[in-house]
């Protein structure tokens, strides 16, 4: 090996093994202010129609079974605190994303028709994801969306984005739209996603209430950092 490829290849070790170690505080809840790279905001949505399920009976079996919803080989989930179901706020869940990265995030909020998590330390990302039913008008119409506003962790993390993650986690989320649209009983009649980096956004679904600290995190851990 040259010297050259040498120097080249000691920073790609170097984030490598850092990625693999995780932060010294693994499991306390982080925002997209501890991430790097543009703050992203990823929607992916399904329209169902014909839904013998109400919109919240979909919203609470999703969120109770989110582990099984989800494909195993691409997003693992499973309960850090008890087995779920259920899945309180509060909770907290490990994730093994294509088998091999782990990841872990928080049950901020509950309510009816939806929940959102928060990225701990030892996640790829660094930020929050809403998952949500929206009853339309018409009976059994609903709208499933799945919404990440989010920056990634690190600087390795971002390149496997760029470099072939984004499309793993794109089918990820897909497949967890399909399977909850089959629980609703309804039919999938359109589907969709799309990306937005802005220096200013926010999710699409804003909370009735915002926590002082985030779930997990006790105001005086807080007010130390």
């Given amino acids: 090996m040259s010297r050259l490829l040498r120097l080249l290849t000691l920073p790609a070790v170097a984030l490598a093994a850092y990625a693999l170690k995780g932060p010294p505080d693994p499991l306390r809840p982080s925002g997209p202010e501890d991430g790097v790279g543009p703050l992203t905001r990823r929607r992916y949505w399904v329209e169902v129609e014909g839904a013998t399920r109400t919109p919240e009976a979909v919203a609470e079996h999703w969120r109770n ?3 099984d919803h989800a494909p195993k080989w691409l997003a693992w ?9 259920p899945v309180e706020k509060g909770d907290r869940l490990g994730i093994r994303m294509l088998l091999i990265r782990r990841g872990y995030v928080v049950v901020e909020h509950i309510d009816p028709l939806g929940f959102r998590v928060r990225t701990l330390r030892l996640h790829p990302d ?3 994801s809403d998952f949500r039913v929206y009853p339309q008008e018409e009976p059994g119409r609903l ?3 799945i919404e990440s506003l989010l920056r990634t962790n690190s600087q390795f993390d971002r390149l496997a984005y760029i470099f072939g993650v984004h499309a793993a986690q794109r089918r990820n989320w897909e497949l967890t739209l399909t399977s909850v649209a089959g629980y609703s009983g309804g039919r999938i009649v359109s589907r969709g996603h799309e990306s937005l980096e802005m220096p200013q956004v926010a999710h699409s679904y804003t909370l009735p209430e915002l926590p002082e600290a985030p779930v ?3 105001p005086s851990s807080s007010a130390q950092t």
């Fill in 143 to 145: 709208v499933l969306q």
């Fill in 126 to 128: 660094a930020g929050t």
């Fill in 216 to 218: 997990g995190l006790e």
């Fill in 77 to 85: 989930f499973r309960g850090l605190d008890h087995p779920v179901p």
């Fill in 65 to 67: 079974h989110l582990p």
